[in-house]
């Protein structure tokens, strides 16, 4: 007889996710299934709307990370209106973005990840959780919760709206940002930097140590990345080419609107969420661990990845070090932390970077738009991985066709082979635990879904 | 609730997005000492327990029940019935659970229109997943489904409004909410002066970016169409309305000023009093952009949804 082991939810993650296990006669793994089992249909309530109006709907795919959605769409809009914006509009927007970036990774970190590792491994699920990390360490907490705290309202002085944001509109941004303002956010972005720096350091030193050790074999698979990358090949999040790593190394790039010749999507039957593959590579779709095809994976590990450099300083020097440690590409899921870490300090970085351009002050933010009829596709790199829309209009603007592919979706096909191949590792003859169904969890939640 | 033990909070989410919890955990400086005042009992995002496999739900026992997201398919039915079950006191959190927010947009078209789209196979065979929850035939709020003690409309609430409720709600006492609405929140300039026609947000408001926002002209006033006079306010807290602050106009992201009111007819009806030609609205359904449950917002018979799509694009709509 066969039985089911059901986890349900997959808790500290975003969203709604289920793994299915399936044990064989013998309690063995047979199969493992995780699934997105809700479903909202933005393709279709979109269709009908003005596609202006677009990038302050979709924010609510998600509320952890709206800015993505929000930019991803502001700029499909801009392609199907045809607007071309002033260098201030894109510097606000991509200030918007890395600013999201930080408050997203702190998170994921510190509150939805560390827990894993701060707290011992066998203590009650009432306290390991960021609330049992605020009791045993409290001065950590509150400098997280903090600086988490600190980037959000960044976002709110600069944009209005940090949930659910509004201030990016076709053409441009809805508001230029005065010389003191730009002062005052410089300040807090050394904080952040300073503050990111510090997390990582503390995360080599008191985590990564033994999460390697303990969790070694958690979820080791070998796939290909997906990533964006400038003409240098240096990291970047709010836009240039896309390049896809094959498992064996070797890279094709490609601009967002062709994204269709390269990936390929399949409907699966447990999960609302397709299932999407490098259709590229000609070798079809399979989830075995033990030979994945057509699977590659999305996110911080893969951007790490992909780039040959990252063009600030101190995330460089990271790099190299992580590089000289893993080796590239890196395969190992749970360093998806590390490289989110490594990420945080870019990000940081960044922000400092994109406020001491004199360009971002200049008060010409927005070029004004013509609705018309259009195809565009609009893509940056999300947190949780590379985020496609891409809409079609009718001769009044208005949305005829919309689809999307979310960070999350590229990497449902890892996430299967990963935690099939965790879930095989650590139950045996039938035996489960808290502790195993846990740590199967923890190789979703390096993913970060 | 007055007694030693600290209350028992259980946080549930439906058709949510999560911005809900994460505008919670907004509430910054407040939120350490928020955590240590109640016990958590139940809240996916920030914790582990389990609530239950195929088809049942186990949930804790709690005092408060704070649920998010609106219902749109047989497993958050179950999900919500089994939280009402468990929880004495019983929070719509945000728009989607009080009033349907966007995922009721969807309301526009039959369950299987919207899959169709989502999934398109060759056409009358769409390939679905099978093995997922059914969606319902409509999105519904949490009040069209089980009694509520209490509803905390925004998308999201403002963190001071979710730590002020939870700390009144655990005191025992009826926490209050604002009933004025976006505008009267709203500092910008009204010389009761109205563009005639409601024009689309292709460019931006005027206003002088050296000045506070208080010396630029109300956004409606200028031709955009702003629902801030149909929407209840409080996003901004004791201070700007969030979007107006990023001088964009109010979509009416918190529902409507009174809970049973319906922001359609209610706009159309501002604008027709001030003589503006409503018909210059480019989607006027969109008006009911985050209240679209309590039937307000009706699919179109499935058949007539499917050629209005496929013909869109060479045929105006009429
Ligand atoms: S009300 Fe808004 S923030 Fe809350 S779950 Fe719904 S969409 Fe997300
Ligand atoms: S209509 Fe909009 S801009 Fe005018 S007062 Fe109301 S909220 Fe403010
Ligand atoms: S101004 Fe209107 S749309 Fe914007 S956050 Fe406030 S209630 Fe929501």
Known sequence: MTQVITIHPVTRIEGNARIDIQLDAAGEVCDARVGISSLRGFEQFVVGLP??????????????????HHLAAAK???????ASLPPAGHLLRELCQVLAHIHDKILHFFFLGAPDFLIERDADYSVRNIMGLVQQQPELAARVVRMRQLGQVMLERLAGKAIHPVAAVAGGFARPLGKSERESLYLDGQQLLDFACFALEFAKKEVFPQFLEVFAPVGAITTGFLGTVDQYGHLRLYDGTLRLMHPDGRVEEFAAPAYEQVLAEEVVTWST??????GSWGEGLSLDPASPKGVYRVNTLARINVCD???????????????????????????????RLIELVYACERVLELLGDERIVDPVVRAPVTPQAGRGVGHVEAPRGTLIHDYTTDENGCITRANLIVGTTHNIAPMNVSVRRTAASCIQAGRVDDEILNRIEMAVRAYDP | ???????????????????????????????????????????PLLMDRKCGGEGEFDLPEADVGFVSGSVSSDEHLTLLYALRRRCRTLVSFGTCATHGGIPALRNRWSAEATLETVFPGTPGQPTLPAEVPALLDRVYSVDEKVR????????????????????TLVTGEQPRLPGKSVCETCPTIRTGEMHRTVRRFLNNAEYNSEEPVERMRCLLEQGLLCMGPVTVGGCGGPATPLCVQARVPCRGCYGPVRSEGN????????LASHGVDHRSIVDRQSL?????????????????????????????SS
């Open chain 1, 51 to 68: 596609a202006e109006e677009i990038p302050r709907i979709v924010t609510r795919i998600c509320g952890i990370c709206p800015w993505m």
């Open chain 1, 309 to 339: 450099q990252i063009a600030t300083p101190r995330a460089q020097v990271e790099l190299e070090e992580f590089r000289s440690r893993f080796g590239r590409p890196a395969q190992h899921s749970l360093l998806y932390h590390w490289a």
């Open chain 2, 263 to 270: 922001q359609l007819l209610d706009m159309l009806n501002v």
């Open chain 2, 148 to 167: 509520v003690d209490f509803c905390l409309p925004g998308c999201p609430p403002h963190p001071e409004t979710i730590a002020a409720v939870i700390e």
């Open chain 2, 1 to 43: 609730m007055k007694g030693r033990r600290r209350p028992r909070l259980s946080f549930v989410w439906l058709q949510a997005c999560s911005g809900c919890e994460i505008s919670l955990l907004n509430s910054g400086e407040r939120l350490p000492d928020l955590l240590n005042k109640v016990e958590i009992v139940y809240f």
């Open chain 1, 76 to 82: 499909a809009v801009d392609a199907c209106f045809g």
């Open chain 1, 273 to 278: 969420a397709k299932v999407v593959y490098a």
């Open chain 2, 288 to 316: 009911l952009r985050f209240s679209g449950a309590h039937g307000l917002l009706r699919s179109v018979r499935k058949t007539e949804g499917v050629v209005l799509m496929s013909e869109k694009g060479n045929k105006k």
